[in-house]
């Protein structure tokens, strides 16, 4: 029955994800809808790890980095298309998560916290001082600027390579030199925001239902297991340090695919976007939608997306009141996120989410 009603909630979702575009009246919108689209996809893994499995991961966004530095390399510098170099970016970012979760996982808690952010911290060091040749010129690439000219998302280009043929035929017939278009089958580029948009979703809405199924399987009952007590799920028989891999891993992998999106998306991958901020921010967006609540996951992704937009505006008026007061801004977002933390795990542990239904359900369906 549950599963029923979580396919009549996906059929919805599909339903409004399809019609929203129709009512938006800027595009700036848009792209904030992209966004949270991708931080959907990747607090969906999230969830899996520290809401099903109980594990507290605070790098997840080295993962979500690698997967749009490796995408971004091998298509700007290597001419790689962009679907293959997802792939390889997925089978790269799956290879370190399983390296690192392998002793990582054996820690609990605060060490495994600890842990993870260290990993997190040099994977963005690494992003700081990489530096690489830059494709048609000498300048580097890398570094803090980032990787730039990174092309857009397409699928299933072919290129027949008959250009130069017709070039030469058409040359010999009226000895006028023509530039004739190359021969494209299935030409599918995402060059807008609008045709990105359906694209995020798709997958964001695919990893819901994978993660959904997960879930209600016998990986995600071991899983919520091993969160209630590791000893007594390794005296049923449950291989601890298996599931807690396979959740660490799969999660990595979620991020990438979302980091490959958004290298194409943006056309750059800057060390600024994937650091411990963007990590604390990913950890915020769970426990605002609900620790272990694939539903929730969308609802904190979508509200922590949007409230740096709001937190602009409150800057931007007591900046303009009191223009001397800018410092008080500084890194303002950070705190804004940490009070959050520390309100919903004070007051509402489950999340925001469960406990806004909960409270509802308790004062109305008593």
Request: charged share 10%; hydrophobic share 55%.
């Amino acid at each position: 029955m549950s599963v029923k009603r979580d396919y009549i909630y996906i059929a919805i979702l599909i339903a409004v994800v399809s019609l929203f575009p129709f009512f938006l009246t800027n595009d700036y919108y848009l792209h904030v809808l992209i966004l949270i689209g991708l931080h959907t996809i990747i607090v969906l893994g999230l969830n899996i790890l520290m809401g099903y499995a109980g594990q507290i991961s605070l790098g997840h966004a080295a993962f979500y980095g690698l997967g749009a530095y490796t995408s971004g390399i091998l298509t700007a510098h290597y001419n790689f298309h962009p679907v293959f170099a997802a792939l390889i970016a997925l089978v790269f970012v799956g290879s370190v998560a399983f390296v690192v979760g392998i002793p990582s996982l054996k820690l609990r808690g605060h060490y495994l916290a600890m842990a993870t952010l260290g990993f997190g911290i040099i994977v963005s060091i690494i992003f700081n001082e990489m530096k690489l040749p830059a494709k048609g010129t000498d300048l580097p690439m890398g570094g803090p600027e980032g990787i730039t000219n990174i092309p857009k998302l397409y699928f299933l280009k072919f290129n027949f390579g008959l250009d130069h043929i017709l070039h030469l035929k058409l040359g010999e017939l009226t000895g006028i030199s023509q530039v004739v278009p190359n021969l494209y089958a299935f030409n599918i580029v995402f060059d807008t925001d609008l045709k990105y948009y359906y694209v995020v979703w798709i997958f964001a809405v695919l990893i819901l239902i994978v993660s959904n199924n997960i879930i209600h399987s016998r990986v995600g009952r071991a899983l919520r297991a091993l969160h209630t007590s590791e000893t007594a799920a390794s005296t049923l028989g449950i291989d601890i340090q298996k599931y807690k891999l396979s959740a660490f891993v799969l999660s990595a992998l979620y991020a990438s695919i979302a980091g490959s999106l958004y290298a194409h998306f943006i056309a750059s991958a800057g060390p600024s976007s994937f650091g411990f901020h963007k990590s604390i921010m990913l950890v915020v967006m769970v426990v605002v939608g609900g620790m272990a609540s694939i539903w929730g996951s969308i609802f904190g992704a979508a509200v922590i997306t949007i409230l740096p937009e709001f937190i602009d505006v409150l800057k931007n008026f007591v900046i303009k009141l009191q223009p001397e007061l800018f410092y008080l801004f500084e890194d303002f977002d950070i705190i804004v996120y940490g009070l959050i933390l520390m309100i919903i795990l004070i007051f509402m542990p489950e999340g925001l989410t469960k406990g806004i239904v909960d409270r509802v359900k308790g004062r109305f369906f008593k």
